[in-house]
């Protein structure tokens, strides 16, 4: 059976397959946005922390306040997408063996279509 063959008789589950995996190459770049915008706000903390008048007592503790309430807030953040990450990653992964399945398993691993 050469590669068209097989492509025809798979046409709709290779659709199916193309949605699945456009689906999830946007999640990905979703998590992949929500990482840059935290190395962003990480990096307003480190440098508000590098500002604080370390001499001023009040002033570094407000600071600690404001900083304490975005890390915990940032590390909810980052494990929520951690764990969509793993998951979208994993959902790839199998739409990826899918599609392998269909193209190289099912056509004897073979190149046929040069004919």
């Known amino acids: 059976m050469n590669n068209k063959t097989v492509l025809t008789k798979h046409h709709n589950q290779l ?6 995996l456009d689906h999830n190459y946007g999640s990905l770049n979703l998590n992949r946005l929500t990482l840059e915008k935290m190395n962003i706000e990480l990096a307003y ?4 922390v590098e500002n604080t ?4 007592l009040t002033s570094m ?5 404001d900083i304490s309430h ?26 990826k063996s899918d599609i392998f399945d269909i193209i ?5 691993g073979t190149n046929d279509d040069k004919q």
Do not use: P, W
């Open 104 to 108: 190289i398993k099912q056509n004897g």
């Open 70 to 95: 975005k890390v915990q807030l940032l590390a909810d953040l980052l494990h929520y997408t951690i764990e969509d990450l793993n998951g979208n990653l994993q959902q790839t992964e199998m739409i």
């Open 15 to 20: 659709k199916e397959l193309s949605h699945e």
């Open 45 to 48: 903390i480190a440098e508000g």
């Open 61 to 65: 503790g407000l600071t600690f306040r």
């Open 53 to 56: 008048d370390h001499a001023d």
